[in-house]
């Protein structure tokens, strides 16, 4: 077997999916990129913490971009009606990868 056969471009496949950004007290935390929805003209990303993964709640930012052409900042969304439309997008999109309940 050859030892690159998970690797793209030098990066292990497993973690190419990884983002680590850094929280409210500016420490790192990282998250599994699940998918980028695109609502009302704007774009936000769906994001798994991987040390909370067992909770299985995702955490929703809206992508906003900075003046670097090559970094976006994510920012909180507070529109509980932004939040929902774009997570029942994000559910009808993945109906058949996860498996959905409804939270307390």
Same mark, same amino acid.
């Given at each position: ?17 990884? /983002?680590?950004?850094? =929280? ?6 990282? %998250?599994?990129?699940?998918d980028l /929805?695109?609502?009302?003209?704007? #774009?936000?990303? *769906?994001?798994?913490?991987?040390? #909370? #993964?067992? !909770?299985?709640?995702? *955490? ?6 900075? +003046?670097?052409?090559? +970094? =976006?900042?994510?920012? !909180?969304?507070? =529109?509980?009606? *932004? ?6 997008? &994000?559910?009808?999109? &993945?109906? =058949? #990868? %996860?498996? &959905?309940?409804?939270?307390?």
């Open positions: 077997m050859n030892e690159d056969e998970n690797m793209i471009d030098g990066i292990d496949e497993d973690l190419s999916n990884i /983002i680590i950004l850094n =929280d409210e007290n500016g420490d790192e935390v990282q %998250f599994e990129f699940l /929805i695109e609502y009302e003209q704007e #774009e936000y990303v *769906v994001l798994l913490p991987v040390e #909370e #993964e067992d !909770s299985g709640e995702v *955490v929703i930012l809206k992508v906003e971009e900075t +003046e670097s052409e090559t +970094e =976006d900042s994510y920012v !909180s969304v507070t =529109d509980e009606e *932004v939040l929902n439309a774009v997570f029942e997008i &994000f559910k009808e999109k &993945f109906k =058949d #990868e %996860f498996n &959905f309940t409804e939270g307390e």
